[in-house]
Protein backbone atom coordinates (compact mmCIF):
# COMPACT_ATOMS: atom_id res chain seq x y z
CA UNK A 1 0.00 0.00 0.00
CA UNK A 2 0.97 3.73 -0.73
CA UNK A 3 1.14 5.97 2.60
CA UNK A 4 0.08 9.63 2.58
CA UNK A 5 1.68 11.80 5.98
CA UNK A 6 -0.44 13.40 8.47
CA UNK A 7 0.51 16.84 7.84
CA UNK A 8 -0.71 16.46 3.86
CA UNK A 9 -3.69 14.70 4.87
CA UNK A 10 -4.90 17.69 7.21
CA UNK A 11 -4.09 20.50 4.26
CA UNK A 12 -6.99 18.89 2.46
CA UNK A 13 -9.55 20.95 1.60
CA UNK A 14 -13.45 19.52 2.74
CA UNK A 15 -16.50 21.54 2.66
CA UNK A 16 -18.98 22.80 5.04
CA UNK A 17 -22.06 24.03 4.93
CA UNK A 18 -23.63 27.10 6.51
CA UNK A 19 -26.91 29.15 6.63
CA UNK A 20 -27.47 32.77 7.52
CA UNK A 21 -27.92 32.12 10.99
CA UNK A 22 -24.52 29.38 11.52
CA UNK A 23 -24.25 25.81 10.33
CA UNK A 24 -27.26 23.94 9.02
CA UNK A 25 -28.04 19.80 9.86
CA UNK A 26 -28.66 17.93 6.94
CA UNK A 27 -31.79 19.98 5.77
CA UNK A 28 -29.87 20.54 2.49
CA UNK A 29 -33.54 21.17 0.31
CA UNK A 30 -34.38 23.69 2.78
CA UNK A 31 -30.82 25.54 3.53
CA UNK A 32 -28.37 26.93 1.50
CA UNK A 33 -25.16 25.14 0.07
CA UNK A 34 -23.27 28.28 0.22
CA UNK A 35 -20.72 26.81 2.90
CA UNK A 36 -16.72 27.84 2.40
CA UNK A 37 -13.95 25.24 2.00
CA UNK A 38 -11.81 24.36 5.01
CA UNK A 39 -8.68 22.47 6.01
CA UNK A 40 -9.42 19.39 7.09
CA UNK A 41 -7.06 20.93 10.42
CA UNK A 42 -9.51 23.44 10.98
CA UNK A 43 -12.61 20.83 10.69
CA UNK A 44 -10.69 18.42 13.46
CA UNK A 45 -8.59 21.50 15.67
CA UNK A 46 -9.71 24.75 14.76
CA UNK A 47 -13.35 24.82 15.05
CA UNK A 48 -13.65 22.48 17.91
CA UNK A 49 -11.30 24.82 20.04
CA UNK A 50 -13.62 27.95 19.04
CA UNK A 51 -16.76 25.63 19.88
CA UNK A 52 -15.12 23.62 22.48
CA UNK A 53 -17.63 25.09 25.45
CA UNK A 54 -20.94 24.05 23.46
CA UNK A 55 -19.21 20.88 22.18
CA UNK A 56 -18.73 19.72 25.79
CA UNK A 57 -22.03 20.53 26.95
CA UNK A 58 -23.63 18.54 24.17
CA UNK A 59 -21.85 15.48 25.41
CA UNK A 60 -23.00 16.11 29.03
CA UNK A 61 -26.83 16.02 27.60
CA UNK A 62 -28.64 12.51 27.57
CA UNK A 63 -27.97 10.26 24.84
CA UNK A 64 -30.06 11.16 21.92
CA UNK A 65 -32.63 12.85 23.76
CA UNK A 66 -34.45 16.11 21.92
CA UNK A 67 -32.22 18.31 23.81
CA UNK A 68 -29.08 16.93 22.25
CA UNK A 69 -30.71 16.35 19.28
CA UNK A 70 -31.36 19.92 18.98
CA UNK A 71 -28.31 21.21 20.21
CA UNK A 72 -26.02 19.23 17.72
CA UNK A 73 -28.44 20.82 14.51
CA UNK A 74 -26.57 23.57 15.53
CA UNK A 75 -23.57 22.60 15.37
CA UNK A 76 -20.30 22.93 12.32
CA UNK A 77 -20.62 20.17 10.03
CA UNK A 78 -18.44 19.59 6.79
CA UNK A 79 -17.98 16.99 3.88
CA UNK A 80 -14.77 14.92 4.06
CA UNK A 81 -15.53 13.79 0.41
CA UNK A 82 -13.56 16.75 -0.77
CA UNK A 83 -14.94 20.58 -2.38
CA UNK A 84 -18.35 20.80 -4.26
CA UNK A 85 -19.43 23.28 -7.24
CA UNK A 86 -20.91 25.50 -4.77
CA UNK A 87 -22.93 26.88 -8.64
CA UNK A 88 -24.76 23.21 -8.58
CA UNK A 89 -27.70 21.89 -6.16
CA UNK A 90 -25.64 18.55 -6.52
CA UNK A 91 -26.78 17.93 -3.07
CA UNK A 92 -30.30 17.40 -4.44
CA UNK A 93 -29.00 14.78 -7.02
CA UNK A 94 -25.79 13.64 -6.10
CA UNK A 95 -26.53 10.38 -8.59
CA UNK A 96 -25.08 12.25 -11.03
CA UNK A 97 -22.39 14.68 -9.34
CA UNK A 98 -19.07 14.23 -7.34
CA UNK A 99 -17.19 16.37 -5.30
CA UNK A 100 -15.16 19.12 -7.66
CA UNK A 101 -11.99 18.36 -5.79
CA UNK A 102 -11.96 15.11 -4.29
CA UNK A 103 -10.35 14.71 -0.76
CA UNK A 104 -9.81 10.72 -1.06
CA UNK A 105 -11.28 10.76 2.57
CA UNK A 106 -13.98 8.60 4.22
CA UNK A 107 -15.11 8.04 7.66
CA UNK A 108 -16.55 4.94 9.53
CA UNK A 109 -18.82 4.91 12.56
CA UNK A 110 -18.86 3.19 15.49
CA UNK A 111 -21.72 3.99 18.11
CA UNK A 112 -21.77 2.43 21.53
CA UNK A 113 -25.49 2.22 21.71
CA UNK A 114 -25.16 -0.44 18.57
CA UNK A 115 -22.58 -2.70 20.22
CA UNK A 116 -23.77 -2.91 24.15
CA UNK A 117 -21.62 -6.19 24.50
CA UNK A 118 -18.45 -4.82 23.11
CA UNK A 119 -15.99 -2.48 25.05
CA UNK A 120 -15.99 -0.65 22.04
CA UNK A 121 -13.47 1.81 24.05
CA UNK A 122 -10.94 -0.86 24.31
CA UNK A 123 -11.87 -2.30 20.32
CA UNK A 124 -10.94 1.07 19.49
CA UNK A 125 -7.27 0.67 20.65
CA UNK A 126 -7.06 -1.99 18.37
CA UNK A 127 -8.63 -0.16 15.50
CA UNK A 128 -6.72 2.45 15.72
CA UNK A 129 -3.47 -0.27 14.90
CA UNK A 130 -5.01 -1.10 11.61
CA UNK A 131 -2.44 0.42 8.53
CA UNK A 132 -5.62 2.37 6.76
CA UNK A 133 -7.14 4.07 9.69
CA UNK A 134 -6.05 7.26 9.96
CA UNK A 135 -7.80 8.46 13.35
CA UNK A 136 -10.21 7.18 15.62
CA UNK A 137 -11.99 10.48 17.24
CA UNK A 138 -14.55 10.63 19.94
CA UNK A 139 -18.01 11.67 18.32
CA UNK A 140 -19.71 15.13 19.10
CA UNK A 141 -21.97 12.81 21.69
CA UNK A 142 -19.08 11.26 23.31
CA UNK A 143 -20.76 8.26 23.04
CA UNK A 144 -18.90 7.26 20.21
CA UNK A 145 -16.19 7.29 17.97
CA UNK A 146 -15.36 7.63 13.73
CA UNK A 147 -12.28 6.58 12.18
CA UNK A 148 -10.70 8.60 8.78
CA UNK A 149 -9.89 6.43 6.24
CA UNK A 150 -7.33 7.29 3.30
CA UNK A 151 -9.22 6.01 0.07
CA UNK A 152 -8.24 5.65 -3.63
CA UNK A 153 -11.44 6.69 -5.46
CA UNK A 154 -13.88 9.00 -3.67
CA UNK A 155 -16.21 7.71 -6.08
CA UNK A 156 -16.36 4.38 -4.57
CA UNK A 157 -17.45 5.73 -1.05
CA UNK A 158 -20.28 3.51 -0.49
CA UNK A 159 -18.23 0.13 -1.65
CA UNK A 160 -15.37 0.82 0.53
CA UNK A 161 -17.74 1.66 3.89
CA UNK A 162 -20.16 -1.57 2.96
CA UNK A 163 -16.41 -3.56 2.10
CA UNK A 164 -14.65 -2.59 5.57
CA UNK A 165 -18.08 -2.83 7.77
CA UNK A 166 -18.29 -6.43 6.78
CA UNK A 167 -14.60 -6.71 7.65
CA UNK A 168 -14.71 -5.50 11.12
CA UNK A 169 -17.95 -7.16 11.35
CA UNK A 170 -16.28 -10.56 11.08
CA UNK A 171 -13.01 -9.85 12.40
CA UNK A 172 -14.51 -8.15 16.19
CA UNK A 173 -18.24 -8.67 15.97
CA UNK A 174 -18.24 -4.75 15.59
CA UNK A 175 -21.66 -3.05 14.21
CA UNK A 176 -20.83 0.09 12.14
CA UNK A 177 -23.30 2.96 11.59
CA UNK A 178 -25.09 2.25 8.39
CA UNK A 179 -26.02 5.57 7.98
CA UNK A 180 -23.02 7.35 8.06
CA UNK A 181 -21.67 5.59 4.29
CA UNK A 182 -23.34 9.11 1.94
CA UNK A 183 -20.30 10.27 -0.40
CA UNK A 184 -22.12 13.90 1.01
CA UNK A 185 -22.95 12.46 4.80
CA UNK A 186 -22.51 15.84 7.00
CA UNK A 187 -19.58 14.80 9.41
CA UNK A 188 -20.23 17.00 13.04
CA UNK A 189 -17.36 18.03 14.65
CA UNK A 190 -16.09 17.08 17.94
CA UNK A 191 -13.61 18.40 20.57
CA UNK A 192 -11.06 15.39 21.33
CA UNK A 193 -8.64 16.98 24.40
CA UNK A 194 -6.30 14.36 23.19
CA UNK A 195 -6.22 14.40 19.36
CA UNK A 196 -2.88 14.11 18.93
CA UNK A 197 -2.61 10.67 20.56
CA UNK A 198 -5.71 9.10 17.78
CA UNK A 199 -4.17 10.59 14.61
CA UNK A 200 -1.36 8.85 12.56
CA UNK A 201 2.12 10.53 11.60
CA UNK A 202 1.71 8.25 8.44
CA UNK A 203 -1.14 6.23 7.24
CA UNK A 204 -1.31 3.87 4.22
CA UNK A 205 -4.16 4.28 1.28
CA UNK A 206 -6.84 1.33 1.86
CA UNK A 207 -7.39 0.06 -1.44
CA UNK A 208 -9.44 -2.46 -3.03
CA UNK A 209 -6.87 -5.15 -4.29
CA UNK A 210 -8.97 -7.26 -7.33
CA UNK A 211 -9.99 -5.23 -10.05
CA UNK A 212 -12.62 -7.75 -10.76
CA UNK A 213 -14.22 -7.33 -7.50
CA UNK A 214 -14.12 -3.18 -8.05
CA UNK A 215 -16.17 -4.06 -11.01
CA UNK A 216 -18.44 -6.17 -9.67
CA UNK A 217 -18.97 -3.36 -6.72
CA UNK A 218 -19.71 -0.63 -9.33
CA UNK A 219 -22.23 -2.80 -11.50
CA UNK A 220 -23.79 -3.49 -8.22
CA UNK A 221 -24.36 0.14 -7.88
CA UNK A 222 -25.71 1.07 -10.83
CA UNK A 223 -28.95 -0.38 -10.60
CA UNK A 224 -30.16 2.96 -8.27
CA UNK A 225 -26.90 4.90 -7.67
CA UNK A 226 -24.95 6.40 -10.38
CA UNK A 227 -26.61 5.74 -14.23
CA UNK A 228 -30.86 5.39 -13.33
CA UNK A 229 -32.97 5.15 -16.55
CA UNK A 230 -32.96 8.11 -18.21
CA UNK A 231 -36.26 9.25 -18.49
CA UNK A 232 -36.13 9.43 -14.63
CA UNK A 233 -32.50 11.23 -14.52
CA UNK A 234 -34.26 14.32 -12.60
CA UNK A 235 -36.73 12.45 -10.85
CA UNK A 236 -35.07 10.31 -8.55
CA UNK A 237 -36.53 12.10 -5.59
CA UNK A 238 -40.16 12.09 -6.29
CA UNK A 239 -39.20 8.20 -6.83
CA UNK A 240 -37.83 7.74 -4.01
CA UNK A 241 -40.80 9.57 -2.21
CA UNK A 242 -43.25 7.26 -4.10
CA UNK A 243 -41.47 4.55 -2.60
CA UNK A 244 -41.94 5.77 0.66
CA UNK A 245 -45.69 6.46 0.47
CA UNK A 246 -46.36 2.87 -0.84
CA UNK A 247 -44.29 1.30 1.59
CA UNK A 248 -45.71 2.86 4.38
CA UNK A 249 -48.90 2.26 3.11
CA UNK A 250 -48.59 -1.38 3.11
CA UNK A 251 -47.48 -1.46 7.14
CA UNK A 252 -44.26 -0.51 7.10
CA UNK A 253 -42.50 0.49 10.75
CA UNK A 254 -39.92 0.38 12.90
CA UNK A 255 -39.53 -0.17 16.85
CA UNK A 256 -36.89 1.47 18.39
CA UNK A 257 -35.43 4.80 19.47
CA UNK A 258 -32.62 4.93 17.00
CA UNK A 259 -34.49 3.89 14.40
CA UNK A 260 -37.52 6.01 14.68
CA UNK A 261 -35.16 8.85 14.79
CA UNK A 262 -33.26 8.03 11.44
CA UNK A 263 -36.62 6.92 9.58
CA UNK A 264 -37.83 10.78 10.75
CA UNK A 265 -34.77 12.12 9.14
CA UNK A 266 -35.42 10.63 5.67
CA UNK A 267 -39.26 11.32 6.05
CA UNK A 268 -38.80 15.13 6.74
CA UNK A 269 -37.09 15.80 3.16
CA UNK A 270 -40.53 15.71 1.99
CA UNK A 271 -43.44 17.97 2.57
CA UNK A 272 -45.65 15.06 3.99
CA UNK A 273 -42.97 14.03 6.42
CA UNK A 274 -45.52 14.19 8.80
CA UNK A 275 -47.95 12.32 7.48
CA UNK A 276 -45.76 9.31 6.89
CA UNK A 277 -44.57 9.49 10.01
CA UNK A 278 -47.70 9.83 11.97
CA UNK A 279 -49.25 6.59 9.75
CA UNK A 280 -45.88 4.76 10.40
CA UNK A 281 -46.57 5.48 14.14
CA UNK A 282 -49.61 4.35 13.65
CA UNK A 283 -48.47 0.85 12.31
CA UNK A 284 -46.75 -0.20 14.91
CA UNK A 285 -48.71 0.79 17.68
CA UNK A 286 -52.40 1.99 16.51
CA UNK A 287 -52.93 3.48 20.65
CA UNK A 288 -50.38 5.72 20.49
CA UNK A 289 -51.09 9.41 21.56
CA UNK A 290 -50.51 12.15 18.76
CA UNK A 291 -48.51 14.10 21.30
CA UNK A 292 -46.19 11.25 21.81
CA UNK A 293 -46.09 10.99 17.85
CA UNK A 294 -45.40 15.19 17.46
CA UNK A 295 -42.76 15.24 20.69
CA UNK A 296 -40.51 12.52 18.21
CA UNK A 297 -41.41 13.98 15.09
CA UNK A 298 -39.57 17.52 16.80
CA UNK A 299 -36.20 16.18 17.09
CA UNK A 300 -36.07 14.81 13.40
CA UNK A 301 -34.18 16.95 10.99
CA UNK A 302 -34.65 16.22 7.22
CA UNK A 303 -31.54 14.24 6.22
CA UNK A 304 -31.30 15.06 2.72
CA UNK A 305 -31.77 13.16 -0.57
CA UNK A 306 -28.61 11.18 -1.33
CA UNK A 307 -27.72 8.45 -3.34
CA UNK A 308 -27.78 6.33 0.27
CA UNK A 309 -31.34 7.47 0.97
CA UNK A 310 -32.23 6.71 -2.90
CA UNK A 311 -30.76 2.98 -2.73
CA UNK A 312 -32.32 2.30 0.70
CA UNK A 313 -35.97 3.08 -0.29
CA UNK A 314 -35.57 1.83 -3.85
CA UNK A 315 -34.57 -1.55 -2.73
CA UNK A 316 -36.48 -2.20 -0.34
CA UNK A 317 -39.61 -1.55 -3.24
CA UNK A 318 -38.18 -3.77 -5.64
CA UNK A 319 -37.54 -6.90 -2.95
CA UNK A 320 -41.39 -5.94 -1.71
CA UNK A 321 -42.70 -5.37 -5.38
CA UNK A 322 -40.37 -7.54 -7.63
CA UNK A 323 -38.79 -6.82 -10.87
CA UNK A 324 -41.57 -4.13 -12.12
CA UNK A 325 -41.88 -1.87 -8.96
CA UNK A 326 -40.97 1.30 -11.01
CA UNK A 327 -43.50 0.51 -13.27
CA UNK A 328 -46.21 -0.03 -10.34
CA UNK A 329 -44.67 3.13 -8.77
CA UNK A 330 -44.83 5.52 -12.03
CA UNK A 331 -48.51 4.96 -13.15
Known amino acids: MSTIKKENILKIYVASVISETGYTNNDFRNGKFVGSNITLYDALYTLPLKWKDKLIDTMSMEYHSDEQEYAKSLLPR ?43 WKLREEIFKLPYVFSCLKSCSGKGFYCIIPIEDTHYTKEYYDYITNLWKDKYGLKVDSYASSLVRARIISYNEDIDSWIKDEVSIWKLKDPKIKEEMKEESLLFSYKPKKEYNSNWDNITHSCMVKIIDDGY ?74 ELLTK
Open 78 to 120: YYISGIYDMNEYIIRFPIHDYPKVESNLMTIDIDGKDNTDIDI
Open 253 to 326: TVNDYKAWYHLGCELANFDDGYELFYKMSKNYDSSQSDSSIKKRWKGCKASGIDDNLIRKWCGMAKNRYGKNWL
